[in-house]
């Protein structure tokens, strides 16, 4: 998902992608973003930086060859990923973009003006996606929208099917951080991905813990 091109910058984004010669790319925090969010909804995976650059591909190789955050796009129990909850709260995100005469993005060298764009979402969203059946495993996947950094606190109860928890007589869950490729530890009742970042993800699979 997506392509990496600027690795002399802090973005290692597309060049000249969605914005023309203007967009600065993907963030560190955004390229995670991205790729978990096509891993949680099952989205073929493809890859369209440059893979003879070894700079870019080393770049964001912990996050395309993240072989959790694969096994979760390719497992099948009963659904394919979705959002399930989302903030009230509203963020307002605005860019530039180089457009020609006929309103489309410029080509590199094409006479072109900049138009200002402007696109409103939740401040956070979280989706799941069931890895294993009877909620024996579910992935969770915390989106901070928003630019500035925030506490995302999940509330075990509120996770599709998850078979631990509150509802399930107080059994705890374990949690895993995907990024991080270990346990993040057990929770009874809900968990916080602390001052997340802007524009990144936390991604987690949890679990029944009996006995723990």
């Known amino acids: 998902p997506g392509c990496w091109a600027y690795p002399d910058m802090m973005e290692v984004g597309c060049q000249h992608g969605p914005g023309g010669s203007h967009d600065p790319g993907l963030t560190d925090e955004e390229t995670r973003a991205h790729f978990g969010a096509w891993c949680i909804v099952s989205s073929p995976l493809t890859i369209s930086h440059d893979v003879n650059n070894e700079s870019i591909t080393e770049r964001i190789w912990d996050v395309i060859s993240n072989r959790e955050a694969i096994a979760i796009n390719q497992a099948y129990a009963g659904h394919s990923g979705s959002p399930f909850k989302q903030s009230e709260r509203q963020v307002t995100h605005q860019w530039s973009e180089r457009i020609n005469r006929d309103g489309a993005i410029a080509a590199e060298g094409e006479e072109s003006t900049m138009r200002s764009r402007s696109s409103t979402t939740s401040a956070w969203q979280y989706f799941y996606k069931p890895v294993e059946w009877n909620g ?12 500035s950094p925030q506490d995302l606190v999940l509330n075990l109860e509120s996770v599709p099917g998850l078979a631990c928890g509150p509802k399930f007589d107080n059994t705890p869950c374990k949690v895993r951080d ?32 009996p006995g723990c």
Request: aromatic share 10%; with cysteine; net charge positive.
């Open 136 to 147: 024996a495993k579910v992935a969770v996947l915390l989106m901070n929208h928003d630019k």
């Open 178 to 209: 995907v990024w991080a490729k270990k346990d993040a530890g057990v929770f009874p009742a809900k968990y916080t991905a602390a001052n997340l970042a802007g524009h990144d993800a936390a991604f987690l699979t949890i679990e029944p813990c």
